[in-house]
Nanobody, 122 residues
Framework: QVQLVESGGGLVQAGGSLRLFCAAS????????MCWYRQAPGQQRELVAT???????TYADSVKGRFTISRDNAKNTVYLQMNSLKPEDTAVYYC????????????????WGQGTQVTVSS
């Protein structure tokens, strides 16, 4: 009834830019936080950036000054602008959100997208 769909990944050279998109759809009453995680092969999933319902943002130290998270509440969409990309940014990027569905009896839960691959070549 609720899903997150990411797009915008791809292959880019070091120093380049990409913009990721994540749209939430379905029976949604309220979205609290939206965020981006990433997972590189053989590594644990890492929290990259968060955008709360009060419009505050947080970033992992590894991406501060290079990545920017933003959100369009009217479109239930979160974006991740990634600049000055480095080979170590290569990973599958996942969108996640805490969503309260507009379905009677359903409680607030965390939802995840399917992931989008970002590959940065040196």
């Amino acid at each position: 009834q609720v899903q997150l769909v990411e797009s915008g990944g791809g292959l880019v050279q070091a120093g380049g830019s990409l913009r990721l998109f994540c749209a939430a759809s379905g029976s949604i009453l309220h979205i609290n936080w939206m965020c981006w995680y990433r997972q590189a092969p053989g590594q644990q999933r890492e929290l990259v950036a968060t955008f709360t319902s009060s419009s505050s943002t947080t970033y992992a130290d590894s991406v501060k000054g290079r990545f920017t998270i933003s959100r369009d509440n009217a479109k239930n969409t979160v974006y991740l602008q990634m600049n000055s990309l480095k080979p170590e940014d290569t990973a599958v990027y996942y969108c996640a959100a805490e969503i309260l569905p507009s379905i009677p009896g359903w409680s607030r839960s965390n939802y995840w997208g399917q992931g989008t691959q970002v590959t940065v070549s040196s």
